[in-house]
């Protein structure tokens, strides 16, 4: 938890200082995932409104940023919007 804790204060002083507005909330999205996790995954957030990571103990989630790139918006990694196709 703490490692993660320390982890999850070194992302946001890194998006900060790249200027990430917003995030995207990512669980393992798994059997382990908790009741108070699993309704956060996929939703967005401002990036000073996002929940603290880790938002319990032995959590494994974590936030990644929203980023515009070559005029497209991008939401989720690749291997999430591909996981069901083995790509």
């Known amino acids: 938890t703490e490692?993660?804790?320390a982890y999850g204060q070194?992302?946001?002083?890194?998006?900060?200082?790249i200027g990430v507005k917003r995030v995207i909330w990512v669980t393992?999205?798994?059997?382990?995932?908790?009741?108070e996790c699993g309704p956060l995954d996929g939703?967005?957030?401002p990036i000073d409104q996002a929940p603290?990571?880790?938002?319990?103990?032995?959590?494994?989630?974590?936030?990644m940023a929203?980023?515009?790139?070559?005029?497209?918006?991008e939401r989720l990694p690749a291997w999430?919007?591909?996981?069901n196709d083995g790509t």
């Not at 880790?54 to 494994?60: D, E």
């Not at 929203?66 to 918006?73: D, S």
Request: positive net charge; aromatic residues 6%; proline residues 7%.
């Open 10 to 17: 070194g992302r946001s002083k890194f998006y900060d200082q």
């Open 43 to 45: 939703k967005e957030f």
């Open 66 to 73: 929203v980023v515009t790139c070559c005029g497209r918006r």
């Open 28 to 35: 393992a999205g798994d059997e382990r995932t908790c009741k």
């Open 52 to 63: 603290p990571i880790p938002k319990h103990p032995q959590c494994r989630c974590l936030v």
């Open 3 to 5: 490692t993660l804790r």
């Open 80 to 83: 999430k919007a591909n996981e």
